[in-house]
């Protein structure tokens, strides 16, 4: 046995390796388009990248299904990333060229650390970043970041959202004056993101800012709360990633006494797989929203129905989990895809044919999500209407604010902005100003 | 019996003190070197480039830091990716505010602060020892990532903590392809491991081993340890520099604190083992196995099975498969992969007969 054992297992070594690196015949046929699925499925961070890029897979099936863009077929693949920057790097290059020797056209990582990592290698190779909802704030600006969107709105947008949302609930702006406001986050480039906009903020409506930071993976947070404790803050904006880490930020509030009606989660701390885990202690914690929650959206129906109840191809392994919080957004971001890829065969004129990465990316400048266009995708209430431009590269700016009562998520407040839109705007330019002279970028006229 | 060991004498000092004593491996080393940089720039894919390769040899040079520190001289250590932390923002402000500094310059001052830093953490070592002196030089771990994080000077207050590494420039030609800058990283990490070589044969080499198996009776044959232990701490802290700042600077491109947390440390520690402490080809095995088997794991699963099994499932069996040859390699090979080519070395120069 061993001996056979011996004999095989180099033999078996070789094949493997062989058809590891053969590279697969380039079968090329004309209608298809390459995406990249750059997933993180282990890990902390495993709720987030299963749920979202099994929405992006689930759509381009359905859309395969459909008769494809304009009937493109859309082929893809994946590569997993542990939601490490090392690895998205890696992700990147392997994920360049498709298995049917396209280039990609776009690229989402799902976590502002990856996202940064391959910034800069995006004009360069003629491919989009597209962060839903993450990432780096200042690319909104696309003189400088030509090749970069934040179509789902960013962070800055979004902390303006919530404070504004404070003061509603205090009863207005003048309220606000000498609040005490506690931002607890996750020790990264993506904790931090917010802090320029809430700073400026704070000082403007007379409130104090407390930081207080959470050395990742963020699952050891008992000092943090003690602090939070002494410091009696009235409200606690809370940025944390992976579902430990969230999950024991509302226990642990719980255990403070800490009300969870004053404690406001980010988009991408508060999931049904975070809130589930914290049990009652979960209970009235708020959650913003950038696409929101529920299997009752026409397009999240059919999908399920036509992958998971007509057929079994759907790409969630837990077909419950359809129409969550992830998965929704999953969806939000792959429908920008498919309508980027839309508008670029129709200016290319490439219709019923693939195209390159910079016609994809006119086609993503050009999104025009009309409150008609997103009721005949399906998608009504789900993401907000928003427009695109060659200096405008991020979405609506809006959000809505949820509340977990313990079994689902409520809709507390419509559509919401920050309070001043132009004033985050112009935080916006301001730093990509200070990176473009930094680095020597010549903006990008829009004249 | 490609080639033999039997009848070969030294007949001089000077052939006594080579580093590699036989001519065959010799010529295998010049033709590996050569055909790495003569002929894999040319041919590689930029994938292999900058995906696979830059990153190997990086992460292969504070391997070999980390080997000089815990595989010759015995000391443990657990703030590899501290130093790593230290070198690649030292290269970063080096450049920043020093324009006209060429970029070799720059690594090598980098290299030079992050052995200062590392002297500095390496103190403890003189009263204290094993594992007790990993938890302190983990100490260094978490307090070189904490001034980065906490002090904006070292990240010139760039908001988000992430910022873009300067383009490497060399005597006014930039190197910024994928191949340009392997050839860089290539002569780098051949020239520091050509200098590994030299002090882990020479009498350096020898204090070190000396404190490492005894230190009490090295002491007593008149080996300083102060020096010696200082000695080996600095060099592995600038080989740790040196390759961090490669890191930061031709792989990913950004400089983050976070990129050097402690899980990166433990990492290049288990590279060290897996590859054969005390070896120089240990550490680029050790840094193969570590850094690309996971890699060509994804590749092949994703290659063989595609989209039929359920991607989750098949992420988390690549890690269940790592975490299994890793013991394996433990409970089979304890002395590292470096070992199992020794083993292989052996058996060829006895062919056709066997050990």
């Known amino acids: 046995m061993k001996s056979i054992l011996k004999r095989v297992a180099p033999a078996a070594l070789a094949a493997a390796a062989l058809t590891a690196f053969a590279a697969p015949p380039a079968a090329m046929a004309e209608e298809e388009q390459y995406f990249p699925v750059p997933s993180s499925r282990v890990g902390p961070f495993s709720a987030m990248g299963t749920g979202y890029y099994g929405g992006i897979i689930d759509y381009m099936q359905y859309v395969n299904k459909n008769g494809g863009v304009n009937g493109v077929q859309l082929v893809w693949a994946e590569c997993e990333t542990e939601y490490n920057a090392a690895r998205t790097v890696e992700c990147y290059q392997r994920l360049l060229t498709g298995p049917n020797g396209q280039k990609m056209l776009v690229f989402d990582t799902l976590g502002t650390p990856g996202a940064y990592a391959v910034i800069n290698r995006m004009s360069e190779e003629e491919t989009v970043l597209a962060q839903y909802g993450y990432g780096r704030t200042d690319a909104a600006d696309g003189t400088v970041w030509p090749w970069v969107f934040n179509a789902a709105s960013h962070y800055w947008s979004q902390i303006g959202m919530k404070l504004q949302f404070m003061a509603d609930q205090e009863g207005g702006v003048e309220n606000m004056k000498g609040k005490k406001i506690v931002h607890l986050h996750i020790d990264s480039a993506y904790g931090r993101e917010p802090l320029p906009a809430m700073r400026q903020i704070a000082k403007d409506w007379g409130m104090e800012l407390v930081e207080i930071s959470i050395p990742p993976p963020g699952l050891e947070q008992q000092s943090q709360w003690l602090q939070i404790r002494r410091e009696r803050p009235d409200w606690v904006t809370f940025w944390g990633a992976g579902s430990g880490m969230n999950s024991t930020g509302m226990t642990n509030a719980a255990r403070m006494g800490f009300p969870r009606e004053r404690l406001v989660y980010v988009t991408f701390g508060g999931a049904e797989e975070d809130m589930v885990p914290a049990g009652d202690a979960a209970k009235g914690t708020y959650v913003v929203a950038n696409a929101v929650p529920g299997r009752d959206f026409p397009l999240i129906a059919d999908m399920y129905k036509t992958l998971y109840e007509d057929s079994n191809v759907g790409n969630m392994a837990n077909p419950d989990r359809v129409g969550t919080v992830y998965y929704n957004r999953g969806v939000g971001a792959a429908v920008m895809w498919i309508e980027a890829l839309k508008n670029a065969q129709e200016m290319s004129g490439k219709v019923g044919k693939a195209v390159v990465g910079s016609e994809f990316r006119d086609g993503y400048e050009a999104l025009n999500m009309t409150p008609e266009k997103l009721e005949e995708i399906g998608i009504t209430g789900m993401v907000a209407p928003f427009q695109l431009s060659c200096a405008k590269h991020d979405g609506a700016g809006k959000f809505r604010m949820m509340q977990w009562n313990g079994e689902k998520f409520d809709l507390i407040t419509d559509w919401m902005g920050p309070p001043d839109p132009t004033f985050i705007r112009g935080l916006v330019e301001s730093s990509a100003g200070k990176f473009a002279s930094e680095n020597n970028v010549e903006p990008k006229n829009c004249g | 019996m490609l080639y033999r060991q039997a009848g070969r004498f030294r007949t001089s000092y000077s052939m006594d003190a080579r580093l590699v004593p036989f001519f065959e491996d010799r010529i295998a080393l010049a033709a590996v070197f050569l055909f790495a940089l003569c002929v894999v720039p040319f041919s590689a894919s930029d994938y292999w480039l900058s995906a696979i390769l830059i990153p190997w040899l990086c992460l292969s040079l504070v391997a070999l830091g980390q080997n000089i520190l815990m595989g010759y001289a015995g000391q443990l250590s657990l703030g590899s990716a501290g130093f790593m932390a230290a070198g690649a923002f030292a290269c970063y402000n080096f450049e920043l505010r020093i324009p006209e500094m060429p970029f070799l310059v720059s690594l090598i001052m980098s290299g030079l602060v992050a052995a200062a830093v590392g002297i500095v953490f390496g103190l403890p070592s003189l009263r204290i020892r094993g594992l007790y002196l990993a938890v302190a030089t983990l100490a260094s771990q ?120 402690i899980n990166l440390s433990f990492r290049i520690l288990f590279m060290v083992i897996i590859g054969g402490l005390g070896t120089i080809i240990g550490a680029y095995l050790g840094a193969g196995f570590i850094l690309l088997l996971p890699v060509f794991l994804n590749i092949f699963f994703h290659a063989v099975v595609g989209e039929a099994v359920d991607a989750t499932i098949v992420s988390a069996f690549e890690q269940v498969i790592f975490g299994v040859l890793m013991i394996m390699f433990m409970i089979y090979e304890p002395l590292g992969i470096a070992r199992l080519l020794e083993i292989g070395q052996e058996r060829l120069r006895r062919w056709p007969f066997k050990v």
């Open chain 2, 142 to 261: 978490f307090f070189i990532v904490w001034v980065i994080d906490k002090f904006g000077w070292f990240k010139n207050y760039d908001s988000s903590g992430i910022i873009t590494a300067q383009d490497i420039v060399i005597l006014g030609k930039s190197f910024t392809t994928p191949a340009e800058m392997y050839v860089v990283v290539l002569l780098v990490v051949a020239v520091m491991t050509l200098l590994a070589m030299n002090m882990a044969s020479g009498s350096v080499g020898r204090n070190w081993m000396a404190v490492r198996d005894m230190d009490v009776a090295a002491e007593a044959m008149g080996i300083s340890l102060l020096r010696t232990k200082l000695q080996a701490f600095a060099i592995s802290s600038f080989y740790c520099g040196v390759g961090g700042a490669l890191f930061a600077f031709t792989f990913l491109q950004s400089l983050e604190p976070v990129a050097f947390d």
